[in-house]
Nanobody
Framework: QVHVVESGGGLVQAGGSLRLSCAAS????????MGWYRQAPGKQRELVAR???????NYADSVKGRFSISRDNAKKAVYLQMNNLKPEDTALYYC??????????WGQGTQVTVSS
């Protein structure tokens, strides 16, 4: 069994910063891509940022220049530094981890709320 646990969400004023963390544990031996997705009320889940096992990174256009993704392979962890947060960044943020065989694992989500 694989466990994916996120942390670091919270309430912040517009212009503030938060750092999300996510780590995988259990029966996962080799991690491929890692990423963050978000889902706002009434909207579909969308990709925020993704980092491959070769450190190739993709960002949603809406977060470019404000968010930064990084990973620690030894800890099977991925991080999302979010700066200059905006009210439209308010959402439930999910961590996604893909293993070597392409199997996807998801966390339960961590809430980020940005007040104006």
């Amino acid at each position: 069994q694989v466990h994916v646990v996120e942390s670091g969400g919270g309430l912040v004023q517009a212009g503030g910063s938060l750092r999300l963390s996510c780590a995988a544990s259990g029966m996962i031996f080799s991690v491929s891509a890692m990423g963050w997705y978000r889902q706002a009320p009434g909207k579909q889940r969308e990709l925020v940022a993704r980092i491959s096992n070769s450190d190739s990174i993709n960002y949603a256009d809406s977060v470019k220049g404000r968010f930064s993704i990084s990973r620690d392979n030894a800890k099977k962890a991925v991080y999302l530094q979010m700066n200059n947060l905006k009210p439209e960044d308010t959402a439930l943020y999910y961590c996604n981890i893909v293993d070597y065989w392409g199997q996807n694992f998801w966390g339960q989500g961590t809430q980020v709320t940005v007040s104006s």
